[in-house]
Antibody, heavy 117, light 106 residues
Framework: QVQLKESGPGLVQPSRTLSLTCTVS????????VSWVRQPPGKGLEWIAA???????DYNSALKSRLSISRDTSKSQVLLKMNSLQTEDTAMYFC???????????WGQGVMVTVSS | DTVLTQSPALAVSPGERVSISCRAS??????MHWYQQKPGQQPKLLIY???NLASGVPARFSGSGSGTDFTLTIDPVEADDTATYFC?????????FGSGTKLEIK
């Protein structure tokens, strides 16, 4: 069955770089896009970045200068890097599978990232 | 960016019908999707492309609208529908989400 699982450090110091991994199973990254979406505690959802089935990428323009998304198809992993972290980057980070015109149909359980010294 | 506006909260009784609205600041064609999120869980896709029921979602849920005005309807509401409901558009770059409507079942 389709599964996505996020992994990451949990706690990151301000100004450092965050590295998150989304490991997928039950589908191929060359057939579906994967996005990262974050949710600060008690707040709404914010789309961050996407890597599409063909390997092209898109970023939220407000965060673009700090982001890098890539994939390793041999490991079925999507990688997100975000630099210059600030306390406002504290959030639950989800990865989700995207089907064009059909929304995010599968989501991981999320990984909580806290930015604090 | 396309701003999606939702009312913050609604309260209804079991068995009633509830409509949750989402208004876009600019047209999104029919590329509006709806998600349900329960506390401590990831969002779950309910409706895609305005009116299409996602796999495994009960027929009590339905969606309508196009352009800038969209509605998610639950009829009849059940106690388990307590959750926050988010709309999301994929017509304009970047993808954006509404701020969510928290549904309370009395």
């Amino acid at each position: 069955q389709v599964q996505l699982k996020e992994s990451g450090p949990g706690l990151v110091q301000p100004s450092r770089t965050l590295s998150l991994t989304c490991t997928v199973s039950g589908f191929s990254l060359t057939s579906y896009g994967v996005s990262w979406v974050r949710q600060p505690p008690g707040k709404g959802l914010e789309w961050i970045a996407a890597i599409w089935s063909g390997g092209s990428t898109d970023y939220n323009s407000a965060l673009k200068s700090r982001l890098s998304i890539s994939r390793d198809t041999s490991k079925s992993q999507v990688l997100l890097k975000m630099n210059s972290l600030q306390t406002e980057d504290t959030a639950m980070y989800f990865c989700a599978r995207w089907i064009r015109g059909r929304g995010f149909d599968y989501w991981g359980q999320g990984v909580m990232v806290t930015v604090s010294s | 960016d396309t701003v999606l506006t939702q009312s913050p909260a609604l309260a209804v009784s079991p068995g009633e019908r509830v409509s949750i609205s989402c208004r876009a600041s600019e047209g999104v064609n029919s590329y509006m999707h709806w998600y349900q999120q329960k506390p401590g869980q990831q969002p779950k896709l309910l409706i895609y492309k305005a009116s299409n029921l996602a796999s495994g979602v009960p027929a009590r849920f339905s969606g309508s609208g196009s352009g800038t005005d969209f509605t998610l309807t639950i009829d009849p509401v059940e106690a388990d529908d307590t959750a926050t409901y988010f709309c999301q558009q994929s017509w304009n770059d970047p993808f954006t989400f509404g701020s969510g409507t928290k549904l309370e079942i009395k």
